[in-house]
């Protein structure tokens, strides 16, 4: 060996040596690793990391803090699911916080007297509303693990909505895209116009009665929520226009700590989220139909992957409608459904060469794209983590704030099956499992997950965009394990989906080249290019040495950061 290359070789050494110095340095310094919607909301979060919060008192206060700074999803008037992983004993459990149906719900209630349905009906105004579950399911998970004073996790929340920020563009564009609907309430106007216009970007937006009510809660815990002065107005509001909502339903209403759904692939383990979140178990069925093939080809672009995973959540998305709903009211056969043998038999059909068409897939025997739901993703430097997705359902839900309570309701009764075979606001139909009735919970896709190999934590994952929340964090779980693309690539590549009907493979501007849309079209498929869903905020490490990232869909200038 020549006198250079021992002196490459000894420099080489040194540098490794350094870089996993730097490595272990860093992971002694980790505080923790965060993605949000919003700067501020990552701010906010990323300080109670600073300061020794848990994951889960980081997701509390960004939890609330999105209440003020992302309207239109970000929220107090709806409800969603956590998961969580506590790492001291292993345990991964789920929170629901879903909103519920009221007392005086039926399931006729959105069709006229000739069976049709009305326009908007569960859409817009106080008759759209489900009995809210974020506060109490953020409540409830600090009862349970949080550290930190309960004050210091709303108090930033607080701030924002006495002193107000500058609208910023998305939230602009959110409100002049639905500016029609959010005029027709005034207790919406109040806060949201300025002389008969939303506001602009670079103007202030305070929200003094959205602090007053965050005082209440700071105060009160739950019953400055679901009862005294809050829970007075809240039917006041409701009854007046119309609504069915009731003191009785706001205190009657509980979060429920549910096991999650674990399945495993390859050598991954997916933890997600059960009924009645419909996430959970079809992506058990999608991962489940996939693992017997060949997924060698590394791009996740290739025709022929892309027509595996589309017959995959075809026949997924077909069992959904039939089979899931709240499963404190309907009988699901959650075993089978993820169980690999019944996913051998759902698959057994599939040609390689040929798209089957959606009206052959029945249920196995066993838009608008808006800005409306959010994901976001926490894990701390005692190794716990926190992955929450919650809506509002539509952007800035049913539109009407409550009157003297500063925040927007929800329109999730719009996800309930209204009348069966017609589709909801994604295209969604269902039947009986689905079906309206009092206090029950509609089903959902929303999708938070975890995914582990061995012992070890790899992925915090999630997004919102309706249906397609669950091909979204399929697609991002595939990308960067089996397709080992970086955590940017997984997170900001273009996608697609397809839900069993209607039946039109969906993509992203961008995601098919020509030729490929082509073959997939030779396939048999009806390809619809649309603009971007969806928004990733996820974080992930590739393995238990490597350092934590942390990536917000780029798209949607969200805010993620690792902490030291
Ligand atoms: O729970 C659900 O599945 C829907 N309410 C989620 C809505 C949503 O993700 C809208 N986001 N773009």
């Not at 895209?177 to 919406?188: G, K, P, V």
């Amino acid at each position: 060996m020549s006198f250079k290359k021992i002196v490459l070789a000894i420099l080489s050494i040194a540098i490794l040596f350094l870089i996993s110095c730097g490595e272990r340095q860093n992971l002694r310094y980790f505080k923790g690793a965060i993605a949000t919607v919003h700067p501020l909301a990552t701010e906010t979060g990323m300080d109670i990391l600073a300061r020794g919060g848990n994951a889960i008192d980081c997701a509390v206060a960004v939890g609330f803090t999105l209440a003020v700074v992302y309207p239109q999803a970000g929220n107090i008037g709806g409800g969603g699911f956590a998961i969580i992983y506590i790492n001291d004993s292993s345990y991964v459990t789920t929170l629901d916080f879903r909103e519920k149906a009221p007392i005086f719900a039926k399931q006729d209630m959105y069709l006229d007297t000739a069976g049709n349905i009305i326009e908007n009906a569960s859409l817009l105004g106080h008759m759209a509303v489900a009995v809210p579950g974020t506060v109490a399911g953020l409540l409830e998970m600090y009862r349970r693990f949080g550290t930190l004073p309960l004050e210091d996790l709303i108090d930033p929340a607080i701030k924002l909505a006495d002193s107000g920020f500058a609208v910023y563009e998305i939230l602009e564009q959110e409100l002049e895209a639905s500016r029609d609907q959010l005029a027709q309430f005034e207790t919406t106007r109040a806060i949201f116009f300025k002389n008969g216009e939303p506001l602009r970007k670079g103007e202030r937006l305070v929200q003094t009665d959205l602090a007053e009510t965050l005082k209440r809660i700071r105060k009160y815990g739950r019953s400055g929520f679901y009862g005294g002065r809050t829970a007075a107005l809240f039917e006041a509001s409701s009854l007046e226009a119309g609504g069915i909502i009731t003191q009785t339903d706001l205190r009657e209403y509980m979060p429920v700590w549910r096991a999650p759904i674990v399945f495993d692939f390859h050598n991954l383990r997916v933890f997600s989220m059960g009924p009645p979140s419909s996430g959970g178990i079809l992506l058990a069925q999608i991962f489940n139909m996939m693992e017997d093939f060949d997924l060698s080809s590394g791009d996740p672009y290739n025709p022929l992957f892309v027509h595996l995973f589309t017959a995959a959540c075809k026949r997924a998305y077909a069992d959904r409608a039939e089979y899931l709903g709240d499963i404190d009211f309907v009988d699901i056969p959650v075993q089978e459904l993820i169980s690999q043998g019944y996913a051998r038999n759902r698959i057994a059909d599939f040609d390689p060469t040929q798209a089957t068409p959606s009206n052959m897939i029945d249920a196995g025997h066993a838009w608008r794209e808006s800005e409306s739901t959010t994901h976001f993703s926490i894990v701390d430097q005692y190794g716990n983590a926190v992955g929450i997705t919650y809506t509002i359902n539509a952007s800035f839900g049913a539109k009407v704030i409550v009157d003297s309570l500063g925040f927007f309701l929800n329109n999730e009764m719009d996800d309930f099956v209204a009348k069966p075979g017609e589709p909801n606001l994604y295209g969604l139909v269902g039947g009986e499992a689905n079906k309206i009735e009092p206090q029950k919970r509609p089903l959902s896709s929303m999708s938070p997950t975890l995914v582990f190999r061995g012992d070890s934590l790899l992925m915090v994952t999630g997004s919102p965009g309706g249906s397609k929340i669950i091909t979204t964090v399929a697609l991002s779980i595939l990308r960067y394990f089996q397709f080992d693309m970086s955590l940017a690539h997984a997170v900001n590549q273009p996608k697609y989906h397809h839900q069993h009907l209607p039946d039109i493979l969906y993509y992203e501007i961008g995601a098919l080249e020509k030729s490929e849309a082509s073959k997939l079209e030779e396939m048999g498929y009806t390809l619809k290019e649309i603009s971007a869903y969806g928004n990733l905020n996820v974080v992930a490490r590739k393995s238990p040495e490597k350092r934590w990232e942390a990536e917000s869909d780029r798209r949607r200038r969200g805010k993620a950061a690792t902490v030291y």
